[in-house]
């Protein structure tokens, strides 16, 4: 909305700032942070009004997670209240790219709050079924998928692009679009799986949004893109904004949420969350790179897929309790120690990622 504000520039001025994108993302991120600190507490007494007893714990699950009851959850809805309210203030709203990803992100945070308020008001850990949980996420990625491809230039239009092999693109077709929805879906769920204990997800999804932040911006610049010898996707350097945005309201809600977490992200979150960080790999055609800057997320996913198959088919565990962070509770890890120990792992991971750009 504040670019609008370029049209009072007549160049070189304080108003002609407002055309470059590196200026509104830092805006935007000091936006959604600050909005994160004076919102965050006053949101939190309320949701503890509301909820009561809070989010229900798992009867199954590590006995330290006790000690946790009463504790609220929602607090995802601090970080797409920060993240909506500082894109729509900072990025350009002619841009398709910015709404899919704001959209993909407000319906998945919508899936998440039904959940979420199911499990507050009948106090149990089910919540809305996961058949309908699942049914609405692959509907809102097909959109989203479909939506991204049809703004793609023609010649990456239903590609499959490399990282490591950058003159290679596979033409997936019509599968391009069930290609998409998995991406998107499967983010979505697997952030969802990983946030099980304090302050674990939002670190790594912040330091994914950044690094794909980074790549938007530099798939969105004709320049960079031919230097670095990636796709040019036009456009996409807003979703820089959009990026910047969720990394300041996910380190304002950082505040509350490290241990011992005074709020619970939720579904509302997780759901919202990794549903955006897909929809912007999509967007970007960078959806491998997403596999190995989200590693993270792909092996608490993995780690649950492994379990239920195995277990399925030998009555046996691989492990003591998936996902896996859970596991290493089960061994006896701290909480704290596998937090941090998972925030160096996404953090190389990101650093991976960001390699590839590099890599001709």
């Not at 504000?5 to 470059?20: H, I, M, Q």
């Not at 990025?91 to 959209?103: E, F, S």
């Not at 330091?207 to 796709?231: E, R, S």
């Not at 509302?268 to 897909?278: C, F, V």
């Amino acid at each position: 909305m504040l670019y609008l504000l370029t049209e009072f520039s007549a160049g070189g001025d304080f108003f002609n700032l407002f055309r470059y994108i590196t200026f509104r993302a830092g805006g935007a991120f000091l936006t959604a942070l600050i909005f994160g600190f004076l919102f965050g507490q006053p949101l939190i007494n309320i949701l503890r009004r509301k909820q009561g007893k809070g989010q229900p714990i798992r009867d199954d699950g590590p006995a330290t997670h006790f000690a946790k009851a009463g504790t609220p959850t929602m607090g995802g809805l601090l970080i797409l209240s920060a993240l909506l309210v500082s894109t729509l203030l900072w990025a350009r709203l002619d841009n398709p790219y910015v709404w899919i990803v704001m959209l993909v992100t407000i319906a998945f945070g919508l899936i998440g709050f039904a959940d979420d308020y199911a499990k507050v008001t009948k106090q149990n850990t089910k919540g809305v079924s996961s058949r309908v949980r699942f049914t609405a996420g692959l509907l809102i990625a097909v959109l989203a998928t479909f939506a991204a491809s049809s703004f793609h230039p023609p010649e990456l239009t239903n590609q499959l692009a490399f990282p490591f092999l950058k003159d290679l693109l596979l033409n997936l077709s019509y599968f391009f679009i069930p290609f998409g929805m998995i991406v998107i879906v499967g983010a979505a769920n697997a952030v969802n799986l990983t946030d099980g204990l304090d302050g674990l997800a939002i670190m790594p999804v912040m330091i994914a949004a950044g690094t794909l932040g980074v790549i938007a911006y530099v798939v969105g610049n004709f320049n960079y893109t031919q230097y670095l010898g990636v796709h040019f996707v036009p456009g996409t350097g807003e979703l820089l904004i959009f990026c910047a945005a969720l990394f300041g309201g996910g380190m304002g809600f950082l505040w509350y949420n490290a241990p011992p977490a005074a709020v619970f992200m939720g579904d509302t979150g997780s759901l919202a969350l990794g549903g955006a960080l897909g929809a912007i790999a999509v967007c970007t055609k960078h959806e491998i790179v997403l596999a190995i800057v989200g590693g993270l997320f792909v092996v608490e996913a993995l780690s649950v897929i492994i379990q239920v198959l195995y277990f399925k088919r030998t009555g046996k565990r691989v492990f003591l309790m998936a996902p896996i962070h859970h596991h290493f509770e089960k061994k006896g890890w701290a909480e704290p120690q596998i937090v941090i120990r998972f925030w160096i792992i996404s953090l190389i991971l990101a650093l991976i990622g960001l390699a590839t750009l590099k890599v001709r």
